[in-house]
Nanobody, 119 residues
Framework: QVQLVESGGGLVQPGGSLRLSCTAS??????????MGWYRQTAGKEREFVAE???????SYADSVKGRFAISKDNGANMVYLQMNNVNPEDSGDYYC???????????WGAGTRVTVSS
């Protein structure tokens, strides 16, 4: 089983920056073989896609965060990051890390970290 633990959430002012981290551990394949993503959820809404990085290093983003957020991966450290810049109140929510390997038909999720954008 793979365990994912997010960190780095907190309170940030509009226009500010925050970096989220997700650490993978447990019984797992090489972290380089995991496609990793970030999702977020606010009260009363479904969880939505934010960003993804493939095993080949290709990245994709939700339109709402393009140009402001950046996802990156450190295979040696078993970590994935989400750099959030120029945040706005609509970026508030619980952010979840998701991982999926090339070898298993299942997704692994962390427990989430909360981001609040407010002045």
């Amino acid at each position: 089983q793979v365990q994912l633990v997010e960190s780095g959430g907190g309170l940030v002012q509009p226009g500010g920056s925050l970096r989220l981290s997700c650490t993978a551990s447990g019984r797992m394949f090489s972290f380089s073989r995991y496609r990793m993503g970030w999702y977020r959820q606010t009260a009363g809404k479904e969880r939505e896609f934010v960003a993804e990085i493939t095993t080949g290093g290709h990245t994709s983003y939700a339109d709402s965060v393009k140009g402001r957020f950046a996802i990156s991966k450190d295979n040696g450290a078993n970590m994935v990051y989400l750099q959030m810049n120029n945040v706005n109140p609509e970026d508030s929510g619980d952010y979840y890390c998701k991982g999926r390997s090339d070898f298993e038909p299942m997704d692994y999720w962390g427990a989430g970290t909360r981001v609040t954008v407010s002045s």
